[in-house]
C-alpha cells in the first residue's frame, strides 16, 4: 500500500504548516496555562478557509475527505498546538461550530 501524498495533499500540509508558523510553543503554553480558547489561532483557520475541510461543497465547505482533514489535523499537532487546537478544529472541520 503507497502512503505517498498526492501533490494536492501535500499542498494542503504545506499551507497549514505554513499558517501555523505564526503561532509558537509560547501561544501554545499560554492557552494551556490560561485555559483559554486559542481565538487568533482559529480566526486564521476560518479565514484560510480551512475550518470546512471535509464539509460537502453545497454546504459551504471544501468538499474533501477525511484523509485531507486528518492530514490538516496532524500539520496542526506538529505545529506545536499539541491537543490545544485540534479538538475544536476537527469539530468544525467536520461540520460542527462553537
Excluded: N
Excluded at 27 to 35: N, T
Excluded at 55 to 73: D, N, Q
Aim: hydrophobic share 35%; with cysteine.
Amino acid at each position: 500500500m503507497d502512503f505517498t501524498f498526492s501533490a494536492d495533499q501535500q499542498e494542503i500540509r504545506d499551507t497549514i504548516l505554513k499558517g501555523c508558523a505564526a503561532y509558537d510553543d509560547d501561544y501554545w503554553l499560554e492557552r494551556d496555562r490560561e485555559s483559554t480558547f486559542p481565538e487568533h489561532f482559529y480566526r486564521t483557520m476560518a479565514d484560510e478557509g480551512w475550518l470546512g475541510i471535509a464539509m460537502p461543497v453545497e454546504y459551504g465547505g471544501a468538499g474533501l475527505g477525511i484523509t485531507e482533514a486528518s492530514i490538516m489535523m496532524q500539520a496542526i499537532a506538529e505545529s506545536g498546538a499539541g491537543m490545544t487546537a485540534p479538538p475544536r478544529s476537527t469539530s468544525t472541520s467536520l461540520g460542527f461550530s462553537r
